[in-house]
């Protein structure tokens, strides 16, 4: 396809980019400039062109089937750009390029430009290796549309802000490499990986925080931060991008600390790669609620992190002897020992969530694939978090004033991000069971649950709780057929914190199902059914759309006709269910026979039955849970506002 063919010119140009740059010493040279906007223009135009054959809903595509429909709206249509594999790598390499046409502009060496491109070069590998342009093997004629968790604000923004981060940490691994190749003991790029580092680290913290909020808004399990594996894969880049921060900062006044920002450099991008292997290669696939379906792809990936991780490490064995050397602190109480020290306690927290979310993989080198839990991370990272915070206040105390501006908005940011986790969790939790219009005192707060109230369409259906005195929601999203799709939390927010209120799904056990037999007569109990007739609509390709049928529903006195239908979908098909009896009954369609002489149908419970019907709930108190998310936008600022400072 066209698309393939762009993504083909990009990776030429980058190729070509690569081997200009590692074969001259001219850096920003004008060709090279023209080769990196050419190889940038043809990636940006492929995703342009993704974005057209989802607006124009070209289910021809197998990935525009998979994650668009007709009904999608339109901001929901543009993130379905990134809502899988292959479109969020092709998002990835946007950002990539568009950064490394930036890079030929400044006064990047042509060293670093070739790792930039080698790297570029390796993600249009990745993007062709299961390319967003393949056909759909079948002919369909409405797709499968966006799962109604992605279908928020916060989950449309979370991953491009994810990947401008994993994007811009390749920038001070390419500086890095490439002063190793050139100029090995010079200290010349540390001042330009400086400012790419603080931004990829305030990008990247940026994401993970809105995932945790968008976790607790929408998913409706209690908390923001559930150790998901896919969640530590951008958790581990992050602390150590903020390693290799600090191990910059002090390679500017310190030369023998220059060989440690080398190794940072390496590390924090090799395990941007690793965190994608395990979260695309299907390893997660029985462990995580985030990972995506195991593909062949897999092996790409793991081929790429070998590449970035033992082709670092080689350059820098090869070039260590060239390395400034000496001492690296003079006593214990000056502040690169301190500093030293904090990056060893993150190394530490590190290394420890690296083990949690790689254990189904080593697991599964020796025998069976298991996880660890939640309380293997409390447990073992707690510790180390206190004394990080005590250091950190010791630091301030001490060396307060030699810190800038955004430095003192981030770090206090993040002892306030400590101390709000802590007493966010002293929260109580209760579940119990609420009947309709009947008051309880729950946590010390009182809750009368109102009942379910339907929108007129039938796809959203809203939990009415009063607490408190004050009216909240918690809103459902539902499927074609009515069942749960997604729940999100009811949450009534106070100074003292959040009152926060998971329903959980009812239990429907008064669904009948009928089997309908044309001309024959059948009965619900009280209503009787015959199925009269049914036809099936086509397109102008001979291929169904709809079924249709005819049924009369009868009381003995008073007979209806009504005609409920099936919508041919890539999965088989969605019905809705359609009110008879001026709304004492619901019915819905879910299968008629390939030569219509039978139909199967459902009788649901009525909307006034639902809405009466009583209901399990998690309820849950957060103190000063805002407090966290304060604190999160400190860490951001304070990170974008320190780059300015030289």
């Known amino acids: 396809m066209v698309g393939n063919l762009l ?3 990009g990776l030429t140009a980058a190729l070509a980019a690569m081997i200009i740059c590692l074969a001259q010493k001219i850096p920003s040279a004008r060709t ?45 249509k543009i993130s379905a750009f990134w809502a899988g594999q292959q479109g969020s790598f092709l998002l990835w390499l946007m950002i990539h390029a568009i950064v490394g046409a930036v890079l030929t502009f400044r006064r990047t060496s042509a060293a670093a430009l070739g790792i930039y491109f080698l790297m570029q070069s390796v993600l249009v590998f990745l993007v062709l290796a299961k390319s967003p342009f393949a056909e759909h093997s079948a002919q369909v004629y409405e797709g499968v549309g966006l799962n109604p968790l992605l279908q928020d604000f916060w989950m449309a923004i979370h991953p491009p802000i994810i990947f401008v981060g994993y994007a811009l940490l390749a920038v001070p691994f390419a500086l890095s490499l490439g002063n190793l190749l050139t100029e090995a003991a010079s200290r010349s790029w540390l001042e330009e990986a400086r400012k790419w580092t603080l931004a990829a680290w305030g990008f990247l913290g940026a994401g993970i925080f809105i995932g945790g909020y968008w976790a607790y808004k929408v998913l409706g399990w209690g908390g923001y931060w559930g150790w998901d594996p896919v969640e530590n894969s951008s958790l581990v880049p992050w602390l150590l991008a903020a390693v290799l921060l600090h191990l910059i900062n002090l390679a500017r006044k310190k030369p023998a600390v220059l060989a440690q920002a080398h190794v940072a450099a390496t590390f924090t991008y090799s395990l941007v790669i690793y965190g994608t292997f395990l979260t695309r290669s299907g390893i997660l696939g029985d462990f995580s609620v985030h990972s995506f379906a195991g593909t062949s792809i897999g092996v790409t990936i793991a081929l790429a992190n070998a590449l970035v991780l033992i ?36 190394i530490f927290i590190a290394t420890i969530v690296w083990i949690g979310m790689s254990m189904p993989l080593l697991t599964q080198i020796v025998g069976q694939a298991a996880a660890v839990d939640t309380d293997f991370y409390i447990k073992s990272t707690s510790p180390i978090a206190l004394a990080l915070a005590a250091l950190m206040i010791y630091t301030f105390i001490k060396f307060g004033r030699s810190i800038s501006l955004g430095g003192k908005i981030a770090h206090v940011g993040f002892l306030a991000m400590l101390v709000a986790i802590v007493i966010s969790a002293q929260g109580e939790t209760v579940t119990q069971e609420l009947q309709t219009r009947q008051k309880i005192l729950v946590t010390g707060h009182e809750i009368i649950y109102e009942g379910q109230v339907f929108k007129e369409d039938e796809r959203q259906k809203f939990y009415v709780y009063n607490v408190d005195g004050e009216i909240v929601r918690a809103l459902t999203k539902l499927r074609g057929n009515g069942e749960d799709a997604a729940r999100e939390p009811a949450i009534l927010k106070n100074f003292s914190g959040d009152i926060y209120i998971a329903p959980h799904a009812p239990q429907i056990d008064s669904v009948q199902e009928l089997m309908l037999t044309k001309g024959l007569f059948a009965m619900d109990g009280e209503l009787g059914y015959i199925f009269e007739d049914a036809h099936i609509d086509y397109d102008d390709n001979n291929k169904p759309i709809q079924a249709t049928a005819a049924i009369t529903i009868t009381d003995g006195e008073i007979s209806e006709v009504i005609h409920p239908t099936i919508i041919v979908t890539p999965d088989g098909g969605s019905s809705k269910a359609i009110e008879a009896f001026k709304g004492k009954r619901r019915v819905r369609l879910t299968g008629i026979s390939g030569d219509l002489e039978k139909a199967r149908l459902e009788i649901l419970p009525t909307l006034d039955k639902l809405s009466e019907m009583p209901i399990t709930a998690t309820i849950s108190t957060k103190p000063y849970i805002w407090l966290l998310w304060l604190s999160v936008t400190a860490i951001c600022t304070g990170t974008m506002l320190a780059i300015r400072k030289r």
């Not at 595509?61 to 999608?72: F, G, Q």
């Not at 064995?317 to 502040?335: D, V």
Request: charged share 10%; net charge negative.
């Open 32 to 76: 090279v400039k023209i080769i990196a906007l050419v190889s940038a223009g043809f990636i940006t135009t492929a995703s342009l062109l993704l974005w057209i054959l989802l607006f124009e809903n070209d289910f021809s595509v197998e990935y525009v089937a998979s994650y668009s429909s007709t009904t999608l709206p339109t901001i929901y």
């Open 311 to 346: 082709g670092g490490l080689s350059i820098i064995f090869a070039k260590a002897k060239q390395l400034p050397q000496g001492e690296l602190y003079k006593s214990y109480g000056e502040s690169t020992f301190i500093i030293l020290l904090g990056c060893l306690l993150l």
């Open 7 to 9: 993504l083909g010119g």
